[in-house]
């Protein structure tokens, strides 16, 4: 099926031991890996699984912790069809998630939405438009109401939908972009969201990226081949964004055999509609690849293929994927995902229910003084405290605003604006979190009355 090549390689070796990852038990199944992973906050963090062991199952198992990852608990999705996989996963706090599903098998329409208001312990099925000749690949959601979600081509357009009421109804997208033949198709889970930008892969090596929350989109061919492999065997690919227009791509060629793999880094200013070729130093990896949000310019990569031992391990880079200095090597490392410079997590493979591993904490900080720009910025809110409008000035160019209550919930996330509306939030204490073009970050509190 179109699963992405959890697959690894470093072309350098070396050992720090400034930074480190610490076990945690995910309570999946023996040798089931860490598919997506979707941070909340600090404390709340969901995943869903994968069958590592080789076995060809589609398990529609979740993981979440509520503590940081001291305790996690994995719950079966009951509603979906036997021949449902789990495509992709997106949380909004402790008790809200949704997944899509697709088929990997023969039987009744596998692709649907469900969504979750308990922690996982129910799922309800919501109403779209996917049916039975349908691929259903991505999820996201900014806020409570506003969600979208996409899939493979249906009637000459990648099938998207968008919602504004929590995914209760879902409208047609009529902006998405068209495939250039039958064999362009997207990958499940394979996406990136900053602020209202989003990026999806391709099975031609394309870029599909929309700028204002999947309502207008355009196309443009990257250095992969295929970023999945499914068109092109041994081809895959991985990105990471830090702003509406930096990030990196990771290529991968030839991985159906060791001696023909080759990985490459690449670096983009422009949102993905061109790449420069990127000559690293330091150990770096492909199996995935992240930016960590609040720093100035730091990615995290890692490796999981076991061909190699220096194909397994995890790295870091603080200025864009020039150079990079291990975290650890020769163990496997999944997906990774970063809240902040100190807070991550990486998958592995379980080692059973009473087991003590299945994902990796991050142990250190990667900061490297990110205040010092935003400190130039000068975030400004008022009034404070705030009836139901604030206005909001800075010196440099904001890229997005979060709203965040003292639990460490993400409450709202919003558009750059001169005037915010805060009418919905309820009396007290929150954290306003900016963004900025630059990729520094500034908070600042807000008192609601």
């Not at 055999?257 to 983009?268: D, F, G, M, P, W």
């Not at 999944?334 to 299945?358: C, I, M």
Request: glycine share 12%.
């Amino acid at each position: 099926m179109k699963k992405i090549l959890l697959t690894g390689f470093a072309l350098v070796s070396m050992v720090s031991q400034a930074q480190t990852w610490v076990d945690q038990a995910t309570n999946f199944p023996e040798n089931f890996g860490v598919d997506e992973i979707s941070l909340v906050d600090a404390n709340t963090v969901w995943t869903f699984a994968y069958d590592g062991s080789g076995g060809g199952t589609y398990p529609k198992i979740v993981s979440r912790t509520t503590n940081g990852g001291t305790t996690w608990t994995a719950s079966t999705i009951n509603g979906p069809g036997s021949n449902a996989l789990i495509s992709d996963l997106d949380a909004l706090d402790a008790n809200t998630a949704w997944v899509v599903t697709a088929p990997f098998a023969a039987g009744t329409n596998a692709n649907r939405m469900w969504k979750t208001t308990n922690g996982g312990s129910t799922w309800t099925q919501q109403t779209i438009g996917y049916v039975a000749g349908s691929f259903a690949n991505h999820v996201y959601f900014w806020d409570a109401n506003n969600g979208w979600t996409s899939g493979d081509p249906l009637n000459g357009k990648f099938e998207m939908y968008k919602t504004s009421n929590g995914g209760t109804s879902w409208t047609l997208v009529p902006g998405a972009p068209a495939p250039d033949n039958g064999d362009d198709f997207t990958y499940v889970g394979l996406k990136e969201v900053v602020g209202d930008n989003i990026w999806v892969g391709t099975s031609l090596g394309k870029i599909l990226r929309s700028t204002d929350r999947g309502t207008s989109w355009t196309a443009s061919y990257s250095p992969a081949l295929d970023f999945g492999g499914v068109i092109t065997s041994g081809s895959s690919g991985a990105f990471a964004f830090k702003d509406g227009t930096n990030g990196l791509l990771v290529t991968v060629d030839g991985a159906d055999a060791v001696l023909t793999t080759q990985a490459a880094l690449y670096s983009t200013s422009d949102g993905g509609a061109t790449f420069d070729p990127i000559t690293p130093t330091g150990p770096w990896y492909f199996g995935d690849i992240t930016y960590v949000p609040g720093t100035a310019n730091t990615y995290v990569s890692t490796g999981i293929n076991s061909g190699k031992p220096e194909w397994m391990g995890s790295s870091y880079s603080t200025d864009g994927g020039l150079t990079w200095t291990a975290i650890d090597a020769g163990q496997q490392r999944g997906k990774v995902a970063f809240l902040n410079a100190t807070t991550g997590w990486a998958g592995q493979f379980s080692d059973g229910p009473s087991g003590l591993e299945g994902i990796l904490k991050f142990n250190g900080n990667l900061s490297l003084g990110v205040s010092n720009n935003a400190v130039k910025a000068g975030l400004q809110i008022y009034p404070n405290p705030a009836g139901d409008v604030v206005n909001i000035s800075a010196k440099q160019e904001i890229q997005a605003i979060t709203i965040i209550d003292l639990s460490g919930k993400r409450v709202q996330s919003l558009k750059p604006a001169k005037q915010i509306n805060v009418s919905s939030l309820a009396k007290g204490t929150y954290i306003v979190q900016v963004l900025y073009i630059n990729g520094s970050v500034e908070n600042t509190k807000l008192m609601k009355k």
